[in-house]
């Protein structure tokens, strides 16, 4: 069994982040809805990935507040690349 800590975004993320690194297997990282410009679940898994590659970094894409313009460009970004 691994443990996620549930990461809603703040502008503290990555201090709030580095408090519980020793303790959990990895994020699981929720968009934030607090109606601020912040960054994506998907941009800060990248940095958190970047930062400790051997955790476990899960972004969550929350669909029910998305518009399709932001929606189809998470679903091209997802696409894995052919040779």
């Given at each position: 069994?691994?443990?996620?800590?549930?990461?809603?975004?703040?502008r503290k993320?990555?201090?709030?982040?580095?408090?519980?690194?020793?303790?959990?297997?990895g994020w699981?990282?929720?968009?934030?809805?607090?109606?601020?410009?912040?960054?994506?679940?998907?941009?800060?898994?990248?940095?958190?990935?970047?930062?400790?590659?051997?955790?476990?970094?899960?972004?969550?894409?929350?669909?029910h507040y998305?518009?399709?313009?932001?929606?189809?460009?998470?679903?091209?970004?997802?696409?894995?690349?052919?040779?």
């Open positions: 069994m691994k443990i996620l800590h549930e990461f809603v975004l703040t993320f990555l201090e709030l982040a580095d408090e519980v690194k020793d303790f959990v297997d699981n990282i929720t968009d934030s809805v607090a109606g601020l410009p912040a960054p994506s679940g998907t941009a800060v898994g990248c940095v958190r990935k970047t930062i400790y590659p051997d955790k476990i970094v899960m972004p969550i894409f929350i669909l998305k518009g399709p313009v932001e929606v189809r460009g998470f679903g091209i970004s997802g696409r894995r690349s052919r040779p």
